[in-house]
């Protein structure tokens, strides 16, 4: 239907003829160079689907006549990588862990891939720092239950601690409350022995008496001054580092309940290049001996 075309008084362009509340509309085309634009973008699409993997279809998808596939892109990009990797991979297997660390070159690409390593499959548990948490131990401190030096951390790494290994490091602290050994009593006093020697504030009484229990129920494992004993995977009692806890109520539940942390072995899911990765780089971080 015809309607009838004015100008508008302000601006002097011609109106649609639609009008709103009193606004009209003005009928101002798009500029040449905007149309031939979107033009050109809608021509430049249909050669793009033309070339390029671009339909879905039922079961796969139209290839397109340059056949290119991102998934193979990423794919020969990390063939490139493996590759461009694999003379310092092959070294690192045949090496020692003393030749990696003497070599410079050998030592930074094994902390790099270490540091990759601890991030996908160490990190959940220790942290991304390697800080810890309750129950997950600090690896940046010089305080280690199974030891510190480089071959000790890549044994533990590979068999685990009481994991379904056959080699794994095992050790089992008895539930002295949970299997009726001592007597709540007796465990108060051995909980306020342990917090005199770690250097903390205790009932100086009932230390005396849990000195006598803690020799002939736990100075076996720990050693008679609380030092620990790493061959049996039993952790120092005389410092202020704790795994589970050292206040009061950590300690009596840790004595009667006993604890059973356990860390998987990764032989067999990491290859021998990757395991000596991860321990170069886990002795690395500071508190390596």
């Known amino acids: 239907m015809a309607h009838n075309v004015e100008k508008d008084a302000v601006t002097g362009v011609d109106t649609t003829g639609h009008e709103w509340d009193g606004i009209k509309e003005?009928?101002?085309?798009?500029?040449?160079?905007?149309?031939?634009?979107?033009?050109?973008?809608?021509?430049?699409?249909?050669?793009?689907?033309?070339?390029?993997?671009?339909?879905?279809?039922?079961?796969?998808y139209t290839e397109g006549m340059f056949g290119y596939s991102s998934r193979q892109e990423v794919m020969d990009r990390i063939a490139e990588a493996k590759e461009a990797q694999s003379a310092y991979l092959g070294k690192i297997e045949s090496a020692s862990l003393d030749e990696i660390r003497n070599d410079s070159e050998l030592l930074?690409?094994?902390?790099?891939?270490?540091?990759?390593?601890?991030?996908?499959?160490?990190?959940?548990?220790?942290?991304?720092?390697?800080?810890?948490?309750?129950?997950?131990?600090?690896?940046?401190?010089?305080?280690?239950?199974?030891?510190?030096?480089?071959?000790?951390?890549?044994?533990?790494i590979n068999f685990g601690i009481r994991s379904a290994h056959d080699d794994t490091r095992f050790s089992q602290m008895p539930a002295f409350g949970k299997d009726g050994i001592l007597e709540r009593p007796q465990i108060n006093a051995v909980v306020e022995y342990v917090l005199k020697l770690s250097g903390q504030e205790h009932d100086a009484a009932l230390a005396g008496t849990g000195q006598e229990v803690f020799v002939e129920q736990c100075a076996a494992c720990?050693?008679?001054?609380?030092g620990g004993m790493r061959e049996l995977?039993?952790?120092?009692?005389?410092?202020?580092?704790?795994l589970y806890g050292g206040d009061r109520e950590a300690l009596r539940e840790t004595v009667t309940n006993a604890r059973?942390?356990?860390?998987?072995?990764?032989?067999?899911?990491?290859?021998?290049?990757?395991?000596?990765?991860?321990?170069?780089y886990v002795h690395s971080l500071g508190g390596g001996e």
């Open 222 to 226: 720990h050693g008679e001054n609380g």
């Open 26 to 60: 003005l009928n101002n085309p798009l500029p040449r160079w905007w149309l031939w634009t979107f033009y050109i973008t809608v021509i430049w699409s249909i050669g793009y689907w033309i070339v390029y993997p671009a339909w879905p279809l039922v079961s796969s």
């Open 260 to 280: 059973y942390g356990v860390m998987p072995a990764w032989t067999g899911r990491l290859d021998e290049a990757t395991i000596k990765q991860l321990a170069v």
């Open 108 to 156: 930074n690409f094994a902390l790099a891939g270490g540091r990759s390593a601890f991030a996908v499959n160490c990190s959940q548990c220790h942290g991304q720092g390697a800080q810890g948490f309750v129950g997950y131990p600090n690896l940046n401190d010089d305080e280690w239950i199974w030891g510190g030096k480089p071959e000790e951390i890549m044994q533990t």
């Open 233 to 242: 995977g039993a952790p120092r009692l005389s410092d202020s580092i704790w």
